[in-house]
Nanobody, 126 residues
């Protein structure tokens, strides 16, 4: 049974930084992938970043490129989302989502993911 546990959200001022963690367990093979998604009140869930354990590739939403970095802990199945230069429009509940396969260029399509964390709130406000 795959489990995803998120941590690291909070309140931060514009221009600040936060690091989110997604601790994953239970994947049956090394071909898993993790996506980070977010949802603001009244808006649809939006893809943010993606990591493929198959080849280490990463993908990002255009508006977060250069500000957010997704990475994996060297020895664990923990995926981080380092967020810098945060803006008020980055506010929302952030979810990590897991899959047993690499989705490549389809990574942004959230129904493809079978496993979801509980979500962590990120608020960017002065």
């Amino acid at each position: 049974q795959v489990q995803l546990v998120e941590s690291g959200g909070g309140l931060v001022q514009p221009g600040g930084s936060l690091r989110l963690s997604c601790a994953a367990s239970g994947f049956s093979s090394g071909s898993w992938s993790i996506g980070w998604f977010r949802q603001a009140p009244g808006k649809e869930r939006e893809e943010v970043a993606y990591f493929s354990n198959s080849d280490g590739s990463t993908r990002y939403l255009d508006s977060v490129k250069g500000r957010f970095t997704i990475s994996r802990h060297n020895a664990k199945s923990t995926v981080y989302l380092q967020m810098t230069s945060l803006k008020p429009e980055d506010t929302g509940v952030y979810y990590c989502a897991g899959s047993d396969r690499d989705w490549g260029s389809s990574w942004f399509h959230h129904p493809l993911y079978d496993y979801w964390g509980q979500g962590t709130q990120v608020t960017v406000s002065s």
